[in-house]
């Protein structure tokens, strides 16, 4: 392969298996998919989405709802606390697609009826136990208040209530990770009977990808969004969210030198392209990455068996390996790394990607 420097290698058929199997998860659910294209950020696995029949998306930011809008995707939900900041640029991309906001909290819900200028769909962010943004689930004073801001202005829709279980992440097992979405479907599902008579349209969304994984249905709300899948990566593998196999992204990393001594290998990949995530080990260690031999078209087997990343720097990535495994490469040849965390792997190398 014409490789030079730390590229992502995306499996194409990986990933349309691992896109038609949640879209089908979903029809069979009854509800709505509406992923999240933060993971991948790629016009070509975007196109693969595109022919799977799906059409509503997720972002993360108003300069990815811009991106995608001009590929082509008109109905964007920017899945991040509005920033009013970017209520400018909000605007202008709602007057050409159907885009939907998160607010959070009475204030940012005032300032945006005050500024909104052209229609907006809205969710109001809820906390369902992840502790990072959102209104908790039994605070009635704030989504009451949020909600009257909404009201008063005429460009602005209630989309309904929207959350994201991020803490399956940090689950340990399958049985924990549907325990966390059993909880969260029971807090959003009190909302939508409180409020579902005043608002009679109102909306559930859901969405990370463990629970949207390993869960038989997905049933109980109105839209899920998980947005890993498509890649999947180490984290979600230790989490029992897919198989080595169904990990469809490897870091194809030039071998800079090789030490027989300590039976470790140094790669031109580091933390700038891997990022630092890491899986603490039983024994006390860190993991960065599992080790695959790439083949001359770029696709992988199985992990070689006792290899492993154990620290990256900036630049430098130190692996792990027995001896026998070890002797097999030199200096210039290169080798694959599976990533604890695609999404972050994959944004660092948005301009380094290559399909095989």
């Known amino acids: 392969m014409n490789i030079s420097r730390p590229s992502l290698l995306v499996d194409r ?18 509800v709505l998919f509406r992923p999240h294209f933060k993971t991948h950020q790629s016009e070509e696995v975007g196109k693969i989405y595109f ?16 991106t995608f809008a001009r590929w082509g995707w008109n109905d964007i939900t920017i899945a991040f606390p509005l920033n009013l900041r970017e209520m400018a ?11 939907h906001v998160l607010v959070e909290n009475p204030f ?24 990072r943004v959102g209104l908790a689930p039994d605070d009635f004073q704030g989504i009451d208040t949020v909600l009257r801001w909404l009201g008063t202005s005429r460009f602005l829709h209630f989309d309904g209530f929207l959350t994201h279980a991020g803490h399956t992440y940090h689950a340990r097992g399958r049985e924990q990770v549907l325990e966390i979405m059993e909880t969260a479907l029971q807090r959003m599902t009190l909302l939508k009977q409180k409020y579902g008579r005043q608002y009679q349209d109102l909306q559930l969304s859901y969405g990370d990808t463990p629970s949207c994984s390993l869960a038989e249905s997905c049933g109980g709300v109105d839209e899920i969004r998980p947005g890993n899948f498509v890649y999947y ?23 800079v030198a090789i030490y027989p001594e300590r039976s470790e290998m140094v790669v031109y990949g580091g ?18 990455g599992y080790v695959v031999a790439l083949e001359e078209d ?20 130190v692996i792990r390996l027995p001896q026998n495994a ?13 990533p604890v965390h695609a999404c972050l792997a994959a944004d660092l190398l948005k301009n380094d990607t290559l399909f095989i």
Request: hydrophobic residues 45%; aromatic residues 6%; glycine residues 10%.
């Open 13 to 30: 058929e990986k990933v349309k298996r691992n896109i038609r199997r949640m879209a089908q998860k979903a029809r069979a659910s009854g």
């Open 51 to 66: 022919n799977e029949g799906i059409r509503q998306i997720t972002v993360s930011s108003v300069s990815m709802a811009q």
């Open 89 to 99: 640029a909000v605007n202008r991309l709602a007057s050409q697609v159907d885009l």
């Open 271 to 288: 933390g700038v392209h891997l990022s630092k995530e890491f899986i603490a080990g039983d024994e006390g260690f860190s993991l960065y």
């Open 108 to 131: 940012t819900a005032q300032i945006l009826a005050e500024k909104a200028t052209v229609r907006l769909g809205v969710w109001i962010k809820i906390d369902t136990g992840y502790h």
């Open 298 to 317: 770029g696709h992988w087997q199985a992990p070689l068996a006792g290899a492993y990343v154990r620290s990256l720097s900036q630049e430098h990535g």
């Open 326 to 338: 070890l002797e097999k490469f030199r200096p210039g040849d290169l080798v694959g790394i599976l």
């Open 233 to 255: 990566d180490i984290m979600q593998y230790h989490l029992g969210s897919c198989m080595l196999d169904d990990i469809a992204v490897a870091i194809a990393c030039p071998v």
